[in-house]
Protein backbone atom coordinates (compact mmCIF):
# COMPACT_ATOMS: atom_id res chain seq x y z
CA UNK A 1 0.00 0.00 0.00
CA UNK A 2 2.97 2.04 0.82
CA UNK A 3 4.52 1.92 -2.52
CA UNK A 4 1.10 2.68 -4.49
CA UNK A 5 1.04 5.50 -2.51
CA UNK A 6 4.80 6.54 -3.17
CA UNK A 7 4.05 6.21 -6.69
CA UNK A 8 0.96 8.24 -6.50
CA UNK A 9 2.72 11.40 -5.06
CA UNK A 10 4.97 10.93 -7.56
CA UNK A 11 2.94 10.74 -10.60
CA UNK A 12 0.79 13.83 -9.54
CA UNK A 13 4.00 16.05 -8.53
CA UNK A 14 5.61 15.16 -12.43
CA UNK A 15 2.22 16.16 -13.86
CA UNK A 16 1.90 19.21 -11.59
CA UNK A 17 5.68 20.14 -12.64
CA UNK A 18 4.69 19.50 -16.01
CA UNK A 19 1.72 21.84 -15.94
CA UNK A 20 3.69 24.95 -14.78
CA UNK A 21 5.94 24.14 -17.33
CA UNK A 22 3.66 25.02 -20.17
CA UNK A 23 1.72 27.83 -18.73
CA UNK A 24 4.79 29.77 -18.83
CA UNK A 25 6.03 28.83 -21.86
CA UNK A 26 6.10 31.52 -24.93
CA UNK A 27 3.43 29.65 -26.88
CA UNK A 28 1.08 31.77 -28.75
CA UNK A 29 -1.48 30.34 -26.31
CA UNK A 30 -0.32 32.45 -23.54
CA UNK A 31 -0.63 35.65 -24.82
CA UNK A 32 -3.05 37.97 -23.88
CA UNK A 33 -4.85 40.83 -26.06
CA UNK A 34 -4.57 44.15 -24.43
CA UNK A 35 -6.20 46.60 -26.95
CA UNK A 36 -8.87 46.17 -30.20
CA UNK A 37 -6.27 46.03 -32.63
CA UNK A 38 -4.62 42.56 -31.11
CA UNK A 39 -5.65 39.53 -33.09
CA UNK A 40 -5.36 36.17 -31.25
CA UNK A 41 -3.51 33.40 -33.21
CA UNK A 42 -6.27 31.03 -35.14
CA UNK A 43 -4.49 28.31 -33.91
CA UNK A 44 -4.51 29.71 -30.28
CA UNK A 45 -8.09 26.67 -29.40
CA UNK A 46 -10.94 27.75 -27.44
CA UNK A 47 -11.37 31.21 -26.97
CA UNK A 48 -12.91 31.35 -23.61
CA UNK A 49 -14.81 33.53 -21.60
CA UNK A 50 -18.70 35.02 -21.65
CA UNK A 51 -20.31 38.95 -21.51
CA UNK A 52 -20.32 39.65 -18.25
CA UNK A 53 -23.81 41.50 -17.29
CA UNK A 54 -24.63 42.77 -13.85
CA UNK A 55 -27.73 45.26 -12.82
CA UNK A 56 -27.26 48.09 -10.43
CA UNK A 57 -30.54 50.60 -10.93
CA UNK A 58 -29.99 52.39 -12.72
CA UNK A 59 -27.30 51.38 -15.54
CA UNK A 60 -26.47 47.70 -16.74
CA UNK A 61 -22.29 47.04 -16.59
CA UNK A 62 -21.43 44.77 -19.05
CA UNK A 63 -18.03 43.33 -18.77
CA UNK A 64 -15.84 41.42 -21.82
CA UNK A 65 -14.02 38.13 -20.50
CA UNK A 66 -13.58 36.62 -23.80
CA UNK A 67 -10.09 37.02 -25.74
CA UNK A 68 -11.66 38.52 -28.94
CA UNK A 69 -14.01 42.41 -29.61
CA UNK A 70 -17.66 41.80 -28.87
CA UNK A 71 -20.71 43.74 -30.56
CA UNK A 72 -23.48 44.05 -28.01
CA UNK A 73 -27.20 45.06 -28.22
CA UNK A 74 -29.13 45.56 -24.93
CA UNK A 75 -33.71 45.14 -25.47
CA UNK A 76 -35.96 44.87 -23.05
CA UNK A 77 -37.36 41.60 -22.30
CA UNK A 78 -40.57 42.31 -24.39
CA UNK A 79 -38.79 43.98 -27.32
CA UNK A 80 -36.29 40.56 -27.92
CA UNK A 81 -36.62 39.22 -31.33
CA UNK A 82 -34.35 35.92 -32.47
CA UNK A 83 -31.54 37.27 -34.50
CA UNK A 84 -28.96 34.41 -35.84
CA UNK A 85 -26.53 37.07 -36.88
CA UNK A 86 -25.46 40.08 -35.17
CA UNK A 87 -28.43 42.23 -35.61
CA UNK A 88 -26.75 45.75 -36.70
CA UNK A 89 -23.33 44.03 -38.18
CA UNK A 90 -20.59 46.68 -37.53
CA UNK A 91 -22.34 49.57 -36.30
CA UNK A 92 -23.61 48.23 -32.53
CA UNK A 93 -21.38 49.00 -29.90
CA UNK A 94 -18.20 46.73 -28.94
CA UNK A 95 -16.15 46.42 -26.17
CA UNK A 96 -12.04 45.00 -26.63
CA UNK A 97 -11.18 42.02 -24.11
CA UNK A 98 -11.26 43.31 -21.04
CA UNK A 99 -13.58 46.17 -21.62
CA UNK A 100 -16.27 47.15 -19.19
CA UNK A 101 -19.02 49.92 -20.60
CA UNK A 102 -21.98 51.23 -18.13
CA UNK A 103 -25.62 51.04 -20.23
CA UNK A 104 -27.36 53.45 -18.38
CA UNK A 105 -31.58 51.59 -18.35
CA UNK A 106 -32.47 54.92 -20.22
CA UNK A 107 -30.54 53.70 -23.12
CA UNK A 108 -31.90 49.80 -22.97
CA UNK A 109 -34.31 49.61 -26.30
CA UNK A 110 -38.26 49.66 -25.49
CA UNK A 111 -37.11 50.16 -21.80
CA UNK A 112 -40.18 51.79 -19.62
CA UNK A 113 -40.77 52.19 -16.12
CA UNK A 114 -42.39 48.70 -15.87
CA UNK A 115 -39.85 46.87 -18.09
CA UNK A 116 -38.08 44.20 -15.33
CA UNK A 117 -36.03 42.24 -17.43
CA UNK A 118 -33.59 42.82 -20.09
CA UNK A 119 -32.13 40.69 -22.78
CA UNK A 120 -28.08 41.37 -23.76
CA UNK A 121 -27.32 40.22 -27.02
CA UNK A 122 -23.76 39.58 -28.01
CA UNK A 123 -21.38 38.09 -30.09
CA UNK A 124 -17.72 38.41 -31.00
CA UNK A 125 -15.35 39.90 -34.33
CA UNK A 126 -12.41 39.12 -35.65
CA UNK A 127 -10.27 41.93 -37.28
CA UNK A 128 -9.42 41.29 -40.84
CA UNK A 129 -6.40 42.42 -42.64
CA UNK A 130 -7.60 45.35 -43.34
CA UNK A 131 -8.49 46.07 -40.04
CA UNK A 132 -12.04 45.85 -40.43
CA UNK A 133 -14.32 43.71 -37.96
CA UNK A 134 -15.82 40.38 -39.32
CA UNK A 135 -18.86 39.00 -37.00
CA UNK A 136 -18.00 35.22 -36.41
CA UNK A 137 -20.41 33.86 -33.85
CA UNK A 138 -23.67 33.32 -33.30
CA UNK A 139 -25.64 35.96 -31.34
CA UNK A 140 -25.39 34.87 -27.06
CA UNK A 141 -28.04 36.25 -25.03
CA UNK A 142 -28.21 37.01 -21.49
CA UNK A 143 -31.03 37.62 -19.74
CA UNK A 144 -30.79 40.10 -16.54
CA UNK A 145 -33.72 41.04 -13.99
CA UNK A 146 -33.08 45.06 -13.97
Known amino acids: MR ?3 TRLVRAVTAL ?6 AACSDSPAGN ?6 ATPSPNQGIVAGTLEVKAQRPTLTLRN ?7 YMVVDKDQMVIALY ?11 QGASVQV ?7 YTAQSTEAIVMWWTYRRQADGSLRPESAVQTTRIRL
Open 86 to 96: PPCNTQCPTLV
Open 32 to 37: VLTDDT
Open 65 to 71: TTELVVG
Open 16 to 21: SALGLL
Open 3 to 5: RTT
Open 104 to 110: PYSQIGG
